[in-house]
């Protein structure tokens, strides 16, 4: 019985680090393929509101103060209950509840599992356990009956719903064992204070809905309008950063750049790849930076012989270098420049991660929080600026927007690459050198 107990303890723990790392995207690339499938307005509908509960559930968290532990058993439930609803409906209304909930679920989940991960790593030998690739393959066989017997995803979701169920002990044992560095610690009250800030952000978010539309459907909308737009939450952002300026003064610009990174790297380059690679670009930028961000930290480390500032140093110039070979327009230059970037985003990220929760200033239990909060305003920046760029060049050159995201040849290389890589590249490349000599001597 203790053996049948401690497996079942062992597959919830396992199970909840499997959600944790693939929660951000596994949710969104379920829900594209139901409106790829479907092309329901309704899924489109589903699916911007899942992305705009995953980008402003960073910025509403922790608003209430609570443990980083309650918070990831919240973001299990929640995940549960959305991705039920899209096994048991196709009503728009419910589609909108559960997209909203699970967006919650897939913002914080990391987060706030890797906080805790952190908390337990400075008081305990606890362990994660380990079942990536037995849970990845039994979904990728329910994907699969899923489609053999034409049940349109519904298996699939139903088990993704058992699997956050069944991760909720291991949230809760996880609870536990962070018992001790909870204690004794000052309790806050709740933050639900600055309501012009809020208003702002919902404009800001609202902005951004439209922009995420306009990615799946053409919408006649006047161009002039969509800029105005841009420029709005252009505005709200630099206001919510200068409201946020004593947050992380040091470490704000890494956490600005890591975010843009993100967006040139999986947005970005995810289409404009088309114009190299054709239908497989996509792909490819996803594989390179699976690539660069699994190898990263080990690769420089290696390469530094032991010595953190060499391999930092190296990790810049692979940055810097990787920037430059994007603005050749040649598709092995951009092919390498991208891995060199990723490669950079590998080495940084638990670099930072470490970083910011041994800063002796920094709250242990939002550390992890601010550097994704953070990292989302330099993602939406990014994001801003593509948009503003690409509705200037369509209407310059009498396109649709869907010419980019959705193209049908590679005419428009030129066209593209003159004014969006390389401003965007130029702007990174900017981003990234303000980020380097910001770096702490030392």
């Not at 030998?125 to 009956?145: D, N, P, S, T």
């Not at 940084?348 to 305003?377: C, Q, W």
């Not at 690409?390 to 980019?404: E, M, P, Q, T």
Request: with cysteine; net charge positive; charged share 10%.
């Amino acid at each position: 019985m203790e053996r049948l107990r401690q497996a079942g303890i062992d597959f919830s723990v396992g199970t909840l680090n499997f959600l944790a790392n693939i929660g951000l995207m596994l949710p969104y690339i379920l829900m594209l393929l139901k409106y790829q499938e479907t092309q329901s307005e309704t899924y489109l509908i589903a699916l911007v509101a899942f992305y705009i509960s995953r980008a402003a559930s960073i910025f509403y968290t922790k608003r209430l103060n609570l443990r980083s532990s309650t918070y990831l058993i919240v973001s299990l439930v929640l995940g549960a209950l959305g991705s039920l609803i899209f096994a048991l409906t196709n009503a728009v209304g419910w589609l909108v509840i559960g997209s909203l909930l699970w967006g919650y679920s897939a913002a914080t989940i990391w987060p706030y599992f890797l906080t805790l991960k952190l908390h337990l790593s400075q008081s305990s030998e606890f362990k994660m356990k380990r079942l990536y690739w037995l849970i990845f393959l039994g979904l990728g066989v329910m994907l699969a009956i899923d489609l053999a017997a034409g049940w349109s995803y519904t298996l699939t979701f139903s088990v993704l719903a058992l699997l956050y169920l069944g991760a909720l002990p291991g949230g809760i044992l996880l609870d536990n064992f962070t018992n001790d560095f909870y204690q004794n610690r000052p309790t806050h009250p709740h933050g639900l204070q600055q309501g012009w800030r809020w208003a702002l952000s919902l404009i800001g978010f609202a902005a951004i809905a439209l922009l995420t539309t306009l990615r799946k459907a053409a919408l006649n909308l006047p161009n002039g309008l969509v800029l105005a737009i841009i420029g709005v939450a252009l505005v709200i952002l630099a206001i919510e950063l200068y409201g946020d300026r004593h947050v992380l003064p040091n470490y704000k610009i890494r956490l600005l750049n890591r975010g843009f990174l993100m967006s040139l790297v999986l947005l970005f380059s995810g289409f404009f790849a088309y114009f190299y690679f054709g239908h497989a670009g996509m792909y490819v930028v996803f594989a390179l930076y699976l690539v660069g961000f699994e190898t990263g930290y080990p690769l420089f480390n290696k390469l530094g012989r032991g010595s953190t500032k060499r391999a930092l140093r190296l990790s810049q110039v692979s940055l810097l270098a990787g920037h430059v070979l994007l603005l050749i327009p040649w598709r092995w230059s951009y092919v390498v420049g991208i891995l060199l970037i990723t490669l950079y985003v590998g080495y940084d990220n638990p670099t930072i991660n470490a970083t910011l929760y041994g800063a002796p200033e920094i709250d242990h239990d939002m550390a992890i929080v601010h550097k994704y909060r953070f990292s989302t305003y330099g993602g939406l920046l990014c994001q801003l600026v593509m948009f503003g760029l690409l509705v200037a060049v369509s209407a310059g050159a009498h396109l649709s927007i869907l010419s980019f995201f959705k193209p049908s040849d590679a005419s428009h290389f030129w066209l593209y690459t003159l004014s969006m890589s390389w401003p965007l590249t130029l702007a990174s490349l900017g981003i990234s050198l303000g980020n380097i000599l910001h770096e702490p001597k030392g």
